[in-house]
């Protein structure tokens, strides 16, 4: 209950029945504080005054004090103001409307709070006791009344205010009929001075201090609450830091003992933190269903102690084959074929212990009984309340898996057909020099894919000093201009010292900046052509001379023969001649035979060149 009704309900009434004018001194301010009874008991009531207005102790009392009595009541007075610590009592008199001096017996002390410490108020009573000492007599019963109900209603008033004050972030104000102010709650003081810039006071307008867009919302609410409604609205307020903040206000009126509705009370708490809470979680849940439901992916999360599945998106009831309703419930190992699920197993239980994400390779098995490539990632479980669960990315791999087995085909293919071909690939980083050999370029070079680290250098020292200057100066042309480049044949030794004969050719890259980045280019090793070359070369050479040989060599002994024999068949020879001429032709046959012989040798030597072209 506010303080001004407590006063009304039980001081007031204490003081109204004993007939006693009742005042209160802040010895702060010097103001005085009196009831109607004070001003009734010496004839100056005026209809315009109301209880406990505000006064000048000179006006109420010291111009009023009889001439005799003025010194010495104000001493008296003022000492008691200085040692509050005794009871204060003193007569005098006052002069009443009439004119007549009225004998008043005037009885106050010092207020003290439940610490007993002084709260800096005096508070007192007037009583009239000019007729009869019977008044005096019953002012003294009256005033020990008086204290002891005054002391419990400072205790009443110091518990209720502790109470009303303790809550944070939650306001009461206490408004009668004509909305003016009976009371409020110190976090409500609060509330006004930084939301809403005002001073507020007891007996104030409440639409002083409200800002004109609530207003009307606050009229319509208070006048429910006087009709005799009890309910609860919801608002919000632009505060001047530029951060709105929503309230929960609860109206009830205030009925007395007879069921009079005298005011009514407002209690509002600030739900700001609350509302701001469940737009936080409503986000939260639209992000949830837009990365869970929109997902590429199918996505499965399982309780993390029993892992059966208590979630699946879309994705995922579409590549198992199964509608959500069947996929929930089900345990995590029966999404695999047999031969998996001891793995697959494993893997569920180190994405449980683990703290970071886990990629696995595995096979499903669909509604349909297919067996489908997956890959998986899941991590480390995640808690909702007291349940622990854990969530995985299932990417179907059936299209890539494709892939990259025709890819693993081709690239097969691709290093047969170099091997016969006896041609290696290469891809250069421009200017780096980093580079990427094919299997058939190692062997070209005597070397094995992990023996050393590739890159362009290596092989410009592979070059044989001879070639090594023009080498260079193509690669850096090649390395400047985008397209296909003109063919180079060089010479190299490799790291196992074998000189090998190779042609070089390839394309550059340019990227989006005019820059050569990248040079893609083929070595086709021909040292056996070379050589095979070379070979027919020397035989060329041979059988130049053969044939000089058929028409030099063979022609002489040969035409001896024929002369001889001519002569001898003519009967042109004697007989000793005969003799003569028989051992000259044997002499030639001779002579043609070896010449035969050397053509037969030098014969059997092309012979074996051309089954090594072969």
Avoid at 229 to 250: A, D, M, Q, R
Avoid at 542 to 555: D, G, T, Y
């Amino acid at each position: 209950m506010p303080q001004k009704e407590i006063y009304q309900s039980k001081y007031e009434t204490l003081l109204n029945v004993a007939q006693l004018g009742g005042w209160e001194y802040d010895v702060l301010t010097q103001e005085l504080y009196c009831n109607k009874s004070y001003f009734s008991m010496l004839g100056r009531l005026d209809a315009t005054m109301n209880d406990w207005d505000k006064y000048s102790i000179k006006e109420v009392w010291e111009n009023w004090l009889h001439p005799d009595d003025l010194l010495k009541a104000k001493s008296y007075f003022a000492d008691f103001i200085l040692n509050p610590t005794i009871d204060y009592a003193q007569q005098f008199r006052m002069q009443h409307a009439d004119g007549h001096w009225v004998v008043i017996l005037s009885r106050a002390r010092a207020v003290r709070d439940d610490q007993d410490e002084l709260t800096g108020m005096i508070i007192g009573s007037h009583l009239d006791i000019t007729s009869t000492q019977e008044i005096t007599d019953n002012f003294t019963i009256t005033q020990k009344e008086f204290e002891k109900t005054k002391r419990q209603v400072i205790k009443d008033n110091a518990l209720l205010k502790a109470i009303l004050n303790s809550p944070k972030e939650l306001f009461i104000v206490a408004i009668d009929k004509h909305f003016r102010f009976l009371g409020f709650s110190d976090e409500y003081i609060s509330f006004a001075r930084k939301a809403l810039k005002k001073e507020v006071a007891i007996g104030m307008d409440v639409f002083e201090v409200l800002p004109e867009e609530l207003k009307e919302f606050a009229r319509k609410n208070y006048e429910r609450a006087l009709n005799g409604e009890s309910f609860v609205t919801n608002n919000s307020i632009l505060l001047p830091h530029g951060k709105k903040h929503y309230y929960e206000n609860k109206y009830s009126p205030i009925i007395d003992q007879h069921g009079k509705i005298l005011g009514l009370t407002l209690f509002t708490n600030d739900i700001t933190q609350l509302k701001e809470q469940e737009e936080e979680n409503r986000m939260i849940d639209l992000r949830y269903a837009a990365l869970f439901d929109g997902a590429e992916d199918a996505i499965l999360i399982a309780d993390a102690k029993s892992g059966n599945l208590v979630d699946v998106n879309d994705k995922a009831c579409k590549l198992f084959g199964y509608t959500k309703s069947e996929m929930i419930g089900l345990h995590q190992t029966k999404l695999h074929p047999p031969e998996a699920l001891a793995y697959v197993q494993a893997k569920f239980e180190e994405f449980v212990r683990n703290k970071e994400y886990h990629f696995v390779e595995t096979d499903i098995i669909t509604n349909k009984g297919i067996k489908k490539p997956v890959r998986i990632s899941g991590g480390a479980p995640f808690r909702v309340g007291p349940y622990l669960f854990t969530a995985a990315y299932f990417h179907d791999r059936t299209i890539e898996k494709a892939a990259v087995d025709k890819a693993l085909t081709i690239q097969e293919m691709l290093s047969k057909a170099e091997g016969i071909a006896h041609v290696g690939s290469f891809e250069v980083q421009l200017p780096e020099g980093h580079a990427l050999w094919s299997d058939e370029m190692f062997r070209i070079l005597d070397l094995s894919p992990n023996e050393i680290l590739a890159h362009k250098d290596f092989f410009t020292e592979l070059v044989i000093v001879e070639d090594r200057t023009v080498y260079q100066k193509w690669m850096d042309k090649v390395s400047a201009i985008e397209g296909e480049s003109s063919p180079i044949q060089v010479k190299i030794k490799t790291p196992q010292g074998r000189l090998k004969h190779v042609i070089i050719n390839g394309i550059s890259y340019q990227d989006n900046l005019g820059r050569i980045f990248k040079f893609i280019g083929v070595v086709k090793d021909i040292t056996t052509r070379v050589a095979t070359l070379e070979n027919l070369q020397e035989q060329n050479r041979k059988l130049k001379e053969i044939a000089w040989a058929q028409s030099h060599l063979v022609r002489g002994p040969l035409s001896d023969i024929l002369g001889i024999s001519k002569i001898i068949k003519g009967g042109l020879a004697t007989g000793e001649e005969k003799d003569k001429l028989l051992h000259q032709i044997h002499e030639a046959a001779e002579k043609l035979d070896l010449v035969i012989k050397e053509v037969v040798n030098n014969t059997s030597t092309f012979e074996e060149i051309l089954e090594d072209f072969e």
